[in-house]
């Protein structure tokens, strides 16, 4: 993860901050979040949003689901040649809920970015951000490759 990482996920938190600042204003605050995750995916995207999230859970009420096509997921790249001292650093997170029985509607979906984004058995998960985003009140992407795809949808 280089600098260039830490600037975008800096810049994506703040956005999820200007929302809830945002939303003070407004009579309904953002509640629900989807949080999808990929194999490979940056730690720091989903972490990140989260401590943010924690804090504001001091204020009102927020329910973060963590979702992905397995029910548990790694961020330890699937070709052995990005790991190439066979390192044990990749930590496994148990998923709230699998694309199969997840509701298709939440207020903020966060779409981490990191090396797996660029896999190509991401297709699943893909057509279900595709299907989710619209319904979503804001979508957050940390990754371009989203972006074009979601443009593109
Ligand atoms: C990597 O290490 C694990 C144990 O941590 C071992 O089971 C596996 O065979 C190793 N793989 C390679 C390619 O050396
Ligand atoms: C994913 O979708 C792309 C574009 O439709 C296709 O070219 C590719 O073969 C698919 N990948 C898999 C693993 O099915």
Request: proline share 7%; charged share 15%.
């Amino acid at each position: 993860m280089g600098i260039q990482s830490i600037l975008k996920t800096f810049s994506a938190t703040a956005t999820l901050l200007l929302a809830h600042y945002g939303a003070f204003t407004c009579a309904t605050k953002p509640q629900t979040y989807g949080i999808v995750l990929v194999r490979a995916f940056d730690t720091l995207d989903v972490y990140a949003p989260i401590e943010i999230l924690q804090l504001v859970s001091s204020m009102h009420k927020i329910q973060i689901s963590l979702i992905a096509e397995t029910p548990e997921v790694t961020t330890e790249p699937m070709a052995a040649m990005m790991n190439p001292f066979n390192s044990t650093v990749w930590p496994r997170v148990p998923t709230t809920l699998t694309f199969a029985t997840a509701p298709r509607d939440f207020d903020v979906l966060i779409i981490p970015g990191g090396p797996g984004v660029r896999s190509p058995y991401i297709n699943s998960t893909l057509e279900w951000i595709k299907e989710v985003a619209a319904r979503a009140g804001t979508v957050i992407t940390i990754f371009h490759i989203y972006a074009t795809t979601l443009r593109y949808a």
